[in-house]
């Protein structure tokens, strides 16, 4: 007998299954699809040694306003080294942006199917394309990689013979080979977060980035774009995918209905902002002089990364018209740290050798008002200041949320004791932390919202059976070590009527590292990371001995 779940078993295929599989190929193969798949640099790399006619591939380099042609693509690690093809000048054709949120496809043209032969490469905004001849780029250089490959399951179902085929069709090829999309990036720290939209869990974001240790942990509140009901229910996966120990204490849905137009996010403290009428800033100049407007006005692919090698303060400074009479307004980032940042904590670390439990009893004695002091000190996170005549005054701090996804975070600001028409903000952090793709301000008034706080109903996991320890902030912690999951279900609020709905996570937590490491530690570097302000240094002198180190490999090919 034929059931769901047998047909949903990719190593049980009836033959009439077969049938259909067969006859939809049959008839699918009058079209063609393309998409567009991010890869890493180091899946990138063994892709450039593994996949079949590399040789026919044809490499382009995206930098700000400019495309060029490459070859001879090749891969040191995570960084890469390439010929510039002369006299290339590409217009790129229009292909959707392929986001690890979602999925685009569109159809192959017979005048376009030279497009499967395409990959993509884009930089950061901060890399600048010159040379005649080749071109070398160190790790964090680059933003994305995108291959253009056949969409083989869009070619299935391009041609339906029943919808109940083509639903169980899918349905096996996408537990077969592609159940739970990877982020582009694998590292970082903190339990990933995964959203069901019906079809696939969608990686979200990152969870409680920085709270290392008990002492650190801290509330997170991450908006859930992807999540679609099933059943009436929404389903979360929290997986750890590192090595480290991670412990939540809360995870629970904030499903807010609010009018229709607006945009609802929280700050750190769990307050929720509505933004409805974003002013964009008038000017945005870094600590070096230069005009970094174009790469913050708008969300796109490019971001400002902190990244002057010039000068010891990383800065940028915004303006932006304020209206008269406005006592209050709350400033929005589109942000995200940077893989680079990833690199230069893992070289700190890599530094404290056999030394590391001892590290970690010492920094677990500290209050939390001590670590975070260290935290700020090391300049990880970003603070933003407002200018008051000649004075520049704390208006507060954005902290990590991990290189994997881009958050928009709200900073609720107090204009009471500001005068004038023009507003500057004053953005700092260490060197290549972060990247910022928008900024912009809301003097709108808060519009009224209807929030519920949505507990879980059911838990599924390999190892746990009861989720009562994320139930309430308490000491009752849920533990995930490398591998492990869980699966969150919850019931699904009612939507009201002319009323739009959005859906948060929100959950408690922190993390510890599994580092096992027999190496001495480097006791006179690490005493350097007391200084205020070193790790930043450390970071530039880190990417510019990459750099110089780079240099001399290609100029030995």
Not at 447 to 457: E, F, R, S, Y
Request: aromatic content about 12%.
């Amino acid at each position: 007998m034929i059931t769901m779940r047998n047909l949903h078993n990719p190593s049980i295929i009836h033959p009439i299954v077969i049938f259909f599989v067969l006859s939809i190929l049959i008839f699918a193969s009058a079209c063609g699809y393309y998409k567009v798949v991010d890869r890493s640099p180091k899946k990138f790399a063994s892709y450039l040694q593994s996949a079949k006619n590399v040789d026919q591939k044809v490499f382009y380099l995206h930098g700000h306003s400019k495309v060029i042609q490459i070859k001879d693509v090749k891969m040191e690690g995570l960084s890469l080294s390439a010929h510039i093809v002369p006299d290339s000048a590409y217009q790129p054709q229009a292909i959707p942006d392929y986001n690890y949120r979602t999925r685009r496809s569109s159809r192959l043209k017979k005048d376009n199917k030279s497009i499967l032969n395409e990959v993509h490469l884009y930089l950061n905004p901060s890399q600048v394309i010159n040379g005649t001849d080749s071109i070398l780029l160190l790790p964090g250089e680059i933003a994305s990689i995108e291959i253009i490959k056949h969409d083989g399951v869009k070619e299935l179902t391009a041609s339906v013979l029943s919808a109940a085929a083509i639903l169980t069709i899918v349905a096996i090829i996408d537990e077969a080979n592609e159940p739970e999309p990877e982020p582009y990036y694998v590292s970082g720290s903190c339990p990933y977060a995964y959203a069901f939209n019906g079809q696939d869990f969608i990686f979200e974001g990152e969870l409680y980035t920085g709270a290392l240790f008990q002492n650190l942990e801290r509330d997170d509140y991450l908006y859930l774009p992807s999540i679609r009901p099933s059943n009436d229910q929404f389903v979360m996966r929290l997986k750890n995918k590192l090595n480290e120990r991670e412990y939540t204490n809360v995870a629970e849905l904030i499903v807010v209905d609010h009018p229709q137009g607006s945009i609802v996010f929280f700050d750190h403290k769990g307050k929720a902002f509505t933004i409805s009428q974003q002013v964009a800033p008038l000017q945005a100049i870094s600590s070096s002089g230069e005009n970094q407007l174009p790469y913050i006005a708008e969300k796109d692919r490019y971001y400002y990364s902190f990244d002057d090698i010039q000068n010891d303060e990383q800065e940028l400074i915004l303006s932006f018209s304020k209206p008269a009479n406005t006592q209050t307004g709350k400033l929005l980032l589109s942000t995200k740290n940077t893989t680079w940042g990833d690199q230069v904590i893992q070289a700190f670390m890599s530094k404290m050798g056999n030394s590391y439990s001892a590290w970690q009893s010492q920094e677990e004695t500290k209050t939390q008002e001590e670590r975070i002091s260290d935290f700020l000190k090391w300049e990880f996170p970003v603070s933003v200041s407002i200018k008051n005549g000649i004075d520049w005054q704390l208006a507060g701090y954005i902290f990590p949320v991990g290189p994997l996804g881009e958050r928009d975070i709200v900073l609720p600001l107090n204009l009471s004791n500001h005068n004038g028409d023009i507003i500057e903000f004053k953005l700092s952090s260490g060197f290549q932390f972060w990247d910022i793709n928008q900024v912009v301000l809301d003097f709108s008034e808060n519009l009224n919202l209807h929030m519920q706080q949505c507990k879980p109903t059911r838990i599924a996991t390999e190892h746990m059976t009861s989720f009562q320890s994320i139930l309430d902030d308490d000491m009752d912690y849920i533990v995930m070590q490398n591998g492990d999951f869980i699966d969150l279900h919850f019931d699904q609020p009612k939507l009201p009527s002319n009323m739009e709905q959005s859906v948060f996570l929100h959950v408690k937590g922190y993390y510890e590292y599994t580092i096992n490491s027999t190496a001495e530690p480097d006791l006179v570097a690490l005493k350097k990371f007391d200084e205020p302000g070193y790790f930043s240094d450390f970071s530039k002198m880190m990417y510019q001995k990459q750099l110089k180190e780079l240099e001399k490999l290609v100029s030995k090919q």
